[in-house]
């Protein structure tokens, strides 16, 4: 089968296509004949900052070709989606039975990992910060599958006010189109605002806080990091909330199955609109990267094994 991988840390270009043999699954695994694998940002960074390889991880979407021992719920020829932690790039990729589930007859695979991890996260960060009908909302990289998705969430939530920031003026229209009521640049962020959702971290972490209004909530569920002063939450009587997807999967699954089947549901009833950037070709995955690392994607970038 092919599988994209690298041996040294870099850019895109480290990235290179090779020929091996099929997994197999351990126990309590699936084996997926892939058909969509969703780039994610953490493993772009990560490309690129670590100081050794790692793996090539993202949501991946396909059919069940084998069970490994002690697999329940799902059989040969099932459609399902999950995050593959380790070779996700590749014709055929491991899942954790317990952490996939099954795509609706009515979704392509290209639907799931654009809308399943994205729409979790986007749900859960908007949870986190317990919001109020009536709040104002920021989200920032708000052109992003996670974002445009947290933009939508808060509009159905009842929010007065949600405002995207995005990183270049170009983003404007599309995030709009998604329901953004204004659109700010990450230069001067506005506020106050009650709830601000935070896909960037680093250096946008601080003034994120600094734009908080008394009381107000981040949520901050980026790769990038950041510090905080304590005093600017202080003064502000406001809220530095972290959140992940991995954490609610693992500890609390009967959320994490449940938020699933409602996300399919958003879908159908019109409420949620995932949205995908580009298809790339499995050996194209380095200009699949090179597109998010330029931070010129709108919505899911998705490569395609076949």
Same mark, same amino acid.
């Given at each position: ?13 480290? @990235?290179? $296509? ?8 351990? /126990?309590?695994?699936? @084996? %997926? ?55 996700? *790039? ?21 639907? $799931?990992? /654009?809308? %399943? ?10 949870? !986190? ?10 989200? +920032? ?6 974002? +445009?998705?947290?933009?939508? *969430? !808060? ?28 659109? %700010?640049? *990450? ?5 106050? *605002? ?10 946008? @972490? ?6 908080? /209004? +008394?009381?107000?909530?981040?949520? /901050? ?27 609610? $999967? ?18 159908? !009833?019109? +409420?949620?609109?995932?949205? %995908? ?30």
């Amino acid at each position: 089968m092919l599988r994209i991988r690298h041996e040294v840390n870099g850019g895109p270009e480290v @990235l290179f $296509a090779e020929e091996v043999d099929r997994p197999e699954p351990g /126990a309590g695994e699936v @084996l %997926v004949r892939v058909e969509a694998v969703g780039v994610t940002l953490p493993t772009v960074r990560k490309l690129r900052a670590s100081s050794e390889p790692v793996p090539l991880g993202g949501e991946v979407a396909g059919e069940v070709v084998a069970l490994g021992a002690g697999v329940t719920g799902f059989g040969v020829g099932d459609r399902v989606t999950g995050l593959c932690f380790a070779d996700a *790039y590749a014709e055929f990729a491991i899942l954790n039975g317990a952490m996939a589930s099954r795509i609706p007859d009515s979704a392509s695979a290209v639907d $799931a990992v /654009a809308l %399943v991890r994205s729409g979790s996260v986007a749900r859960g960060a908007y949870e !986190a910060a317990r919001p109020e009908p009536g709040e104002s909302v920021l989200v +920032t990289a708000a052109a992003s599958a996670v974002g +445009t998705l947290a933009l939508q *969430y !808060a509009k159905a939530g009842g929010a007065a006010r949600v405002v995207a920031a995005v990183s270049s003026a170009d983003k404007a229209d599309f995030v709009r189109g998604l329901g953004a009521d204004e659109v %700010v640049h *990450y230069g001067d962020l506005g506020g106050p *605002y009650d709830v601000i959702l935070d896909g960037v971290g680093g250096e946008l @972490l601080g003034p994120a806080v600094r734009a908080l /209004a +008394t009381g107000g909530r981040l949520v /901050a569920f980026s790769s990038g990091g950041g510090t905080v002063e304590a005093y600017e939450l202080l003064l502000r009587g406001a809220s530095l909330i972290g959140f992940q997807m991995r954490a609610v $999967a693992t500890g609390r699954p009967e959320l994490h199955n449940r938020w699933q089947r409602e996300l399919w549901q958003l879908r159908d !009833a019109g +409420t949620l609109r995932p949205a %995908v950037h580009g298809e790339f070709p499995l050996r194209d995955a380095a200009r699949a990267h090179a597109v998010i690392e330029r931070r010129r994607n709108l919505g899911k970038v998705v490569l395609v094994p076949r």
